[in-house]
């Protein structure tokens, strides 16, 4: 089990290493601590601080893929701080 993990971990970096994608920074890092929380012993408490990484970069990564709405006429991160343009129909009609 203890190795899945590991081989889950290293093929998250190596898709990182092809990619660029910081998100899966994030899945490699619970991939690893998964594992570090599994090999240690039930009373150990450095399992504990594992699962709790792993916990907070779970979450970590589901503030990275949540979808976020997007505000009409405000600046957007996708066009560098440009504002949205408006669609052609409306410019026409504004026209007229």
């Avoid at 990564?61 to 600046?75: A, E, K, M, W």
Wanted: glycine fraction near 10%; charged fraction near 20%.
């Amino acid at each position: 089990m203890v190795g899945g993990f590991i081989a889950a971990s290293v093929v998250a970096l190596v898709q990182f290493a092809r990619v660029r994608d910081r998100r899966l920074l994030l899945l490699a890092a619970m991939f690893a601590l998964q594992s570090q929380a599994l090999g240690r012993q039930w009373w150990d408490v450095w399992k504990d601080v594992c699962q709790g990484g792993v916990c907070l970069a779970g979450l970590g990564l589901l503030f990275t893929l949540s979808p976020r709405p997007q505000h009409d006429g405000l600046p957007s991160a996708r066009t560098g701080g440009a504002p949205t343009p408006e669609p052609r129909a409306a410019v026409d009609e504004a026209k007229q």
